[in-house]
């Protein structure tokens, strides 16, 4: 195990039992069933992919006694799991950065995908117990399956989350992005049909079209491989997004790609270590984040 991860199981620290879901998470949760059995291409069986309540989560922590500020929560693609992203060093990527960041790496597999629990479960098990304990900022991540559960997410909760770092996620079926396409891109088109689940997704996309609107959003850094089997819907989003916000390297639907994305976003003057939309950071400007971490 990397130095510093511990697996446990997150208990939930609400003192009553989550009420029925909004609509908005709903429809993102849905969403992202439909999406997990798309990328796997068949149709997937619930009972073979046992879950457990609350999620398994394996933590790093940028200090042994104490809080950092900013805490980062990434999600697994499908057939990955959490002890995934320190095999594959973005752990110590950003370990590298300097930057006092807590790391919470969630199991959150297909299993969630398919029962529709995965935003509930994020949020109950995750996120809402570190507003509680006092975390300032919340980041979440993800590649493949984790991108677009990352993107659902932001969208239940976009209060909650500051950042986004999306790599290579599925965004939806051909026949709806062809049609994005056909409108001349996510700014010029418009939902067709209100419960698709699908376009409920891409119409809170499009609102970063939007300069008014992005700053109450989470700000959202994508990255992908020019042969990424999922170039083409990746392709339609990142028009909505700055330049330097999008990163494409040559590379593939892999780890090796990801890991030269994700280093480049934690190397020093990397996207995660810019403040929202603005220059690199100096040191006065980072000193919250590079500073003795929260009690």
């Given at each position: 195990?990397?130095p510093?991860?511990?697996?446990?199981?997150?208990?939930?620290?609400?003192?009553?039992?989550s009420?029925?879901?909004?609509?908005?998470?709903?429809?993102?949760?849905?969403?992202?069933?439909?999406?997990?059995?798309?990328?796997?291409g068949?149709?997937?069986?619930a009972w073979?992919?046992p879950?457990?309540?609350?999620?398994?989560?394996?933590?790093?922590?940028?200090?042994?006694?104490?809080?950092?500020?900013?805490?980062?929560?990434?999600?697994?693609?499908?057939?990955?799991?959490?002890?995934?992203?320190?095999?594959?060093?973005?752990?110590?990527?950003?370990?590298?950065?300097g930057?006092?960041?807590d790391?919470?790496?969630?199991?959150?597999h297909?299993g969630?995908?398919?029962r529709?629990?995965?935003?509930?479960?994020?949020?109950?098990?995750?996120?809402?117990p570190?507003?509680?304990?006092g975390?300032?900022?919340?980041?979440?991540g993800g590649?493949s399956?984790?991108?677009?559960?990352?993107?659902?997410?932001?969208?239940?909760?976009?209060d909650?989350?500051?950042?986004?770092f999306?790599?290579?996620?599925?965004?939806?079926?051909?026949?709806l992005?062809?049609?994005?396409?056909?409108?001349?891109?996510?700014?010029?088109?418009?939902?067709t049909?209100?419960?698709?689940?699908?376009q409920?997704?891409?119409?809170?996309?499009?609102?970063?079209?939007?300069?008014?609107?992005?700053?109450?959003?989470?700000e959202?850094?994508?990255?992908?491989?020019?042969?990424?089997?999922?170039?083409?819907?990746?392709?339609?989003?990142?028009p909505?997004?700055?330049?330097?916000?999008?990163?494409?390297?040559?590379?593939?639907?892999?780890?090796?790609?990801?890991?030269?994305?994700?280093?480049s976003?934690?190397?020093?003057?990397?996207l995660?270590?810019?403040?929202?939309?603005?220059?690199v950071?100096?040191?006065?400007a980072?000193?919250?984040?590079?500073?003795?971490?929260?009690?």
């Amino acid at each position: 195990m990397h130095p510093g991860g511990d697996v446990v199981r997150l208990r939930s620290m609400s003192s009553r039992s989550s009420g029925p879901l909004a609509p908005s998470a709903a429809t993102a949760i849905a969403f992202v069933a439909l999406a997990a059995v798309a990328l796997a291409g068949a149709g997937g069986c619930a009972w073979m992919y046992p879950t457990t309540v609350p999620l398994v989560v394996q933590t790093f922590r940028a200090s042994p006694t104490d809080r950092a500020p900013v805490l980062l929560v990434l999600l697994p693609g499908r057939g990955d799991s959490a002890s995934d992203f320190a095999e594959h060093g973005f752990i110590d990527d950003v370990r590298a950065s300097g930057l006092a960041v807590d790391v919470v790496a969630a199991d959150a597999h297909f299993g969630y995908y398919l029962r529709e629990s995965i935003v509930d479960r994020v949020w109950t098990d995750v996120v809402e117990p570190a507003r509680r304990q006092g975390y300032r900022h919340i980041w979440i991540g993800g590649m493949s399956m984790g991108g677009i559960g990352s993107i659902v997410n932001a969208r239940a909760h976009p209060d909650a989350y500051e950042r986004m770092f999306v790599l290579a996620p599925y965004l939806g079926p051909k026949d709806l992005l062809q049609e994005i396409e056909a409108a001349g891109g996510p700014a010029r088109w418009t939902a067709t049909d209100p419960d698709d689940r699908y376009q409920r997704v891409w119409t809170w996309l499009k609102q970063y079209t939007d300069p008014a609107a992005t700053s109450r959003l989470p700000e959202m850094a994508v990255g992908f491989g020019t042969d990424d089997k999922l170039v083409r819907g990746i392709r339609v989003l990142t028009p909505v997004l700055p330049p330097d916000h999008v990163t494409e390297v040559s590379g593939k639907h892999d780890w090796e790609t990801w890991r030269r994305i994700w280093r480049s976003w934690w190397a020093p003057g990397g996207l995660a270590t810019r403040p929202r939309r603005a220059p690199v950071l100096t040191e006065d400007a980072t000193r919250s984040f590079r500073s003795a971490p929260a009690r």
